[in-house]
């Protein structure tokens, strides 16, 4: 797709996408960044900083991406930046326990009560693959439940109507992925309570656990509707199936404590990731003590990881934990995602172009439609190519977005009033050419 109406050059961009093209597939070491959903050639990134990137051709963008959601309190924060350069003169791995370890469990047990212990691995898919694990060995049953367009990661048994990169690539079922994997393996719409209520009720005795994004983040950003979240929990507790919350993404950005904070409910097992690493690759996993104590050295479900828990990772998490406990930090959050919001919302109107806007915390998705969007259908139903348009202007004027449709958007600490306004006048410019 042409980028030339605002004289943007994309010269060493190009170049280095081109050299990549021969090296990695699709030129990416993720299917998203190919830019495959927009139309045109990726942007190559050379810094950032706040709210900020920076491209290889002197390009600067509002970052509305923040590294797919961790870097809650914008790009090289100093306190971070600082905190790893002290730590990583003191050495990168050990493979042996550390205090800080200790201090970033502390800090994530304080901020989920669900949790009485958690298990630091290194990405959010290792965290779902075990969580479902542990949740197969404490019921002694095999079928796992999830939502259409809710992605829990690449393990085999989470791609089967997946959402993100795999909504993107229309490849809801990996090649790859065993048939008597994906036989194991129910998918549902989200939101859909009745449909939930029949499969429990006829194979509560084969299920052993039902994995949920809370808030959807990987088909967009779709809301828990009706009560949908509190029926989840009561039926999981009536039929004795364990209950994951995927807060991957959700985690310490819909709210402190997360959306099960937000929505108050309680999991029996949580996955974390994103914001705990502050940047750095991270996930974990933790619940209920009579699950948790069931994980190896303690009980007899295996699971490890030479760089879990590794000295950079929990030095950034612990600084950006720090950071986001300090007074005030969530109103602040809240207020600005209010302000681009209403703004959004303001712009779209006056362009008279019809969109859905949805917002759970520091997370949001603009759709191109004029129809409800609550669950995968409905979302898919979206106009993508109408979407690559608005991304593209939007890219043109200074804004980056996800390359997608099917990812959702992040607020951080670092994006001003400035920024914000910058963005919706940008939206504005964009949506009235639609």
Known sequence: MARKPLG???????????????????????????????????????????????????????????????????????????????????????????????????LVLEAYPSMAKVRMVNSGTEATMSAIRLARAFTGRDRVVKFEGCYHGHADSMLVRAGSGAATFGVPDSPGVPRSVARDTITLPFNDQEALKRVLKKQWRQI?????????GNMGCVLPRGGFLKTLRSLTKRYGVVLIFDEVMTGFRVAYGGAQERYGIRPDLTCLGKVIGGGLPVGAYGGRAELMSLVAPEGPVYQAGTLSGNPLAMTAGIETLRQLRRKGTYEALQERARALEEGLRDAARRARVPVRLYRAGTMFCMYFTEEEVVDFATAKRADAKRFARFFHGMLQRGVNLAPSQFEAGFLSLAHTKWDIQKTVSAAYDVLRTL
């Open 208 to 216: 052993a656990c039902v994995i949920v994004e809370p808030v959807a």
């Open 8 to 106: 943007r050059k994309f010269t060493f961009s190009r170049l280095l996408y081109r050299q990549a093209l021969g090296l990695m597939p699709g030129g990416v070491n993720s299917p998203v960044r190919a830019f495959k959903a927009v139309g045109g050639r990726p942007i190559f990134i050379k810094e950032a900083r706040g709210s900020k990137l920076y491209d290889v051709d002197g390009n600067a963008y509002i970052d509305y991406v923040l590294s797919w959601g961790p870097l809650i309190l914008g790009h090289a924060h100093p306190r971070v930046v600082r905190a790893l350069q002290e730590a990583v003169q003191r050495g990168t791995s050990y493979g042996a326990p550390t205090a800080l370890e200790v201090r970033l469990a502390r």
